[in-house]
T-cell receptor, first 110, second 112 residues
Framework: EDQVTQSPEALRLQEGESSSLNCSYT??????LFWYRQDPGKGPEFLFT???AGEEKEKERLKATLTKKESFLHITAPKPEDSATYLC???????????FGQGTRLTINP | DAGVIQSPRHEVTEMGQEVTLRCKPI?????LFWYRQTMMRGLELLIY????????DSGMPEDRFSAKMPNASFSTLKIQPSEPRDSAVYFC??????????FGPGTRLTVT
C-alpha cells in the first residue's frame, strides 16, 4: 500500500533558527512528490513538485529536495509568517490521486 | 484568476438531512478532485474527474455519498442521509492534466 510519513508531527523554532522537515514514502512507482502549505481555516497551497531523485526546488526561505526514499523541506532563517502546517503528498505512475502525509505543524516564535 | 470556488463555506445540519457541496474549478483545468480532511485521517481523496468523467471513486465512503460533474465549470458532492461521522472539512481541487492540484478554501460540515 502506498504510504507517506512525515516527521516530526510538530516543530517549534525561534525566528532565524533553520531546520528541516522530513517526508518518507513507500510507493509502487513514484510519479511526483508535492509539498503544500496549509494555514488554519484554509485549503492547502501548492509549493513544489519534485519528480526525480536529486532534484531540488527553492522558493524564498524554503528548499525542497528528493531522494529515492524521502524528501526534505529545508527552511532557512524562518520568520513567524512561515508558521503553518506543511503537507507532503505523492502520486504514483498511471494515477492522478494525491496520497498525503499527516503533515508537520511548524511554529516560528518571534 | 479567482481560484477554486466552493460553497457554502460552512454548513451545519441535522443527522438524516441531505447536504450538497458545490465547487467551481479554475477555468481551463480539466481534472477535479474532492477530498475530505479530518484530524484522525488527514486528507483523503474521495473521487476525481477527468474531462467531467468520474475516474476513481474508490475513496467514497459508502452509497450515501455521490458526486457529479455536469459540465467543466461545476461539480457537486452530495451526502444523503448525513451522519455525525461525516463532519469534516471537504475540499475541492482542480488541475491541468492532473499535475499540480490547486485547492479551494473548503466547506466545513457539521452534522449534529
Amino acid at each position: 500500500e502506498d504510504q507517506v510519513t512525515q516527521s516530526p508531527e510538530a516543530l517549534r523554532l525561534q525566528e532565524g533558527e533553520s531546520s528541516s522537515l522530513n517526508c518518507s514514502y513507500t510507493v509502487s512507482g513514484l510519479r511526483g512528490l508535492f509539498w503544500y502549505r496549509q494555514d488554519p481555516g484554509k485549503g492547502p497551497e501548492f509549493l513544489f513538485t519534485l519528480y526525480s531523485a536529486g532534484e531540488e526546488k527553492e522558493k524564498e526561505r524554503l528548499k525542497a529536495t528528493l531522494t529515492k526514499k524521502e524528501s526534505f523541506l529545508h527552511i532557512t532563517a524562518p520568520k513567524p509568517e512561515d508558521s503553518a502546517t506543511y503537507l507532503c503528498a505523492v502520486t504514483i505512475q498511471g494515477a492522478q490521486k494525491l496520497v498525503f502525509g499527516q503533515g508537520t505543524r511548524l511554529t516560528i516564535n518571534p | 484568476d479567482a481560484g477554486v470556488i466552493q460553497s457554502p463555506r460552512h454548513e451545519v445540519t441535522e443527522m438524516g438531512q441531505e447536504v450538497t457541496l458545490r465547487c467551481k474549478p479554475i477555468s481551463g483545468h480539466n481534472s477535479l478532485f474532492w477530498y475530505r480532511q479530518t484530524m484522525m485521517r488527514g486528507l483523503e481523496l474521495l473521487i476525481y474527474f477527468n474531462n467531467n468523467v468520474p475516474i476513481d471513486d474508490s475513496g467514497m465512503p459508502e452509497d450515501r455519498f455521490s458526486a457529479k460533474m455536469p459540465n467543466a465549470s461545476f461539480s457537486t458532492l452530495k451526502i444523503q442521509p448525513s451522519e455525525p461521522r461525516d463532519s469534516a472539512v471537504y475540499f475541492c481541487a482542480s488541475s491541468l492534466s492532473g499535475v499540480e492540484q490547486y485547492f479551494g478554501p473548503g466547506t466545513r460540515l457539521t452534522v449534529t
